[in-house]
């Protein structure tokens, strides 16, 4: 995976996989989710995904990479390439010997009001089918909340 990571909590990049791999060594109950969001700003499109390590009831910690690229006119491409990193950085992960995450969240809305919900059945039909549980909003806030806020 070609991404540079970083922790939340210092800023410091990361080696990802030796990383993680320490960081579920040192737990019993802990749970990865991933997940991805993206805002337009300006003439880019700004990227940011995700690694939540929750550690029950004692917090958790964040993992992350934000990357802007020139601006995604198409909302479908740009709600999409959430999608597709997600699942990228999953199967990154799984083929470094790191079990799945508890869950891929998805950043978007089963209300037919929002504009998310055109692709939402096509996303969460495609993360299943390659065996990761998928959850979206209101149920998926903690990864793809902190997504949104890394995105801004």
Known sequence: ???????????QVIDLIPYVKDKLAKGKDIKMYIGSDSQN?????????????????????VIYSRKSIP??????????????????LAQ??????IEKPAFIDLDFNPDP??????ILR????????????????PDACSASYVAD????
């Open 1 to 11: 995976m070609d991404r540079k990571f970083q922790s939340l909590t210092n800023g």
């Open 41 to 61: 700003a300006g003439k880019y499109t700004i990227y940011a995904i995700v690694i939540v390590l929750h550690y029950g009831n004692h917090g958790g910690h």
């Open 71 to 88: 601006r995604v006119l198409d909302r479908f491409t740009r709600l999409w390439k959430e999608v597709e990193d997600s699942v990228e």
């Open 92 to 97: 990154f992960l799984e083929a470094n010997d």
């Open 113 to 118: 009001k929002f504009q998310s919900n055109t």
């Open 122 to 137: 096509s996303a969460l039909g495609y993360v299943e089918s390659l065996g990761y549980n998928v959850r979206c909003k």
């Open 149 to 152: 806020r890394i995105c801004k």
